[in-house]
């Protein structure tokens, strides 16, 4: 039994969307929580940069004793996922790619039409198409970039028509050129603006990779006898830009819970030169 937290990260507020499924099914686990958000988003950024915030993440969630990192996050799992588990070879770093892919190839025929939306660097790693290809040769996928999503989720602008628009810029031709039937939801911002989707296409199946990786984070403290144990500690959610759409998002995200939760503004730069105290 070990009772150190599960460390979650992501760009920003997206990787939340990951988080509910993990209270529900283990409600023991503590989590402490790191979004980007001063520095979101990073889909439109290069390799390297992501890779180097990333890098600064896990460490700080290293350092603060998590027992597992999840990284909750498409475009840090498809571009960063071996170099973050080269880092950190004692603690075990789950990617979302994987999960996802898997519940593609288990749940689609041969004649399935699948669609995968995006950051810009999620699509140009080819990760998804790669991944789903290799466990089910024949399946037929079309990828799109939707890079003006995540910076109208990240300020709260959901159910509404600016957002209805642009879903629509991005998946009005794409989805019916490629004849999609079944959507991937890949990066984890897109949930928050699912009813959107399925709203405008309401024929689509869409997979949701924040669920498909509960069950990997369950196998992951299976095996390695990382259960928790203790009765329920507090939730910690660090940001590096603490906003208030920030803060209102974890409220509504969470809002079944009667959990302790305690947000933390926290500046990387000077937690690396000072060793700033989280
Ligand atoms: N939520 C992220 C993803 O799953 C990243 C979004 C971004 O920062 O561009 O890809």
């Known amino acids: 039994m070990d ?26 686990e503590r989590i402490i929580y790191f979004g980007d958000t001063a520095r979101t988003p990073y889909g439109s950024k290069a390799v390297s940069t992501i890779r180097a915030f990333s890098m600064e993440i896990a460490d700080f ?45 288990k749940t689609c025929g041969a004649d399935s039409h699948i669609g995968i939306i995006g950051t810009k660097a999620t699509i140009r790693s080819d990760a998804y198409p790669r991944k789903i290809l ?23 602008i959901l159910q509404n028509e600016i957002m209805d628009l642009t879903i629509r810029y991005y998946l009005d031709h794409f989805l019916a050129y490629n004849r999609i039937d ?16 399925q709203k405008l296409y309401p024929y689509l199946r869409i997979i949701d990779p924040s669920e498909e990786i509960l069950q990997s984070i369950q196998d992951t403290l299976e095996r390695n006898v990382l259960f928790a144990a203790a009765e329920k500690g507090e939730h910690v959610f660090y940001a590096s830009d603490l906003s208030e759409n920030f803060v209102n998002m974890i409220h509504r995200i969470l809002e079944f819970t009667n959990f302790d939760i305690a947000f933390k503004n926290i500046d990387l730069d000077r937690y690396r030169k000072e060793g700033q105290a989280p």
């Open 61 to 105: 969630l290293v350092e603060n004793g998590v027992k597992l990192i999840v990284i909750a996050c498409n475009t840090v799992s498809s571009t960063c996922l071996a170099e973050l588990r080269a880092r950190h070879p004692g603690v075990p770093v789950l990617g979302i790619i994987s999960p996802a892919a898997h519940a593609v190839a």
């Open 134 to 156: 290799h466990l089910s040769p024949a399946l037929d996928i079309a990828q799109i970039a939707c890079p003006a999503l995540v910076p109208l989720i990240e300020e709260g």
């Open 182 to 197: 079944t959507l991937v939801l890949g990066c984890t911002h897109y949930p928050l603006i699912r009813k959107n989707i």
């Open 3 to 28: 009772n150190r937290p599960i460390g979650f990260f992501d760009s920003g507020l997206g990787g939340l969307t990951c988080v509910p499924y993990l209270m529900r099914a283990l409600p023991l």
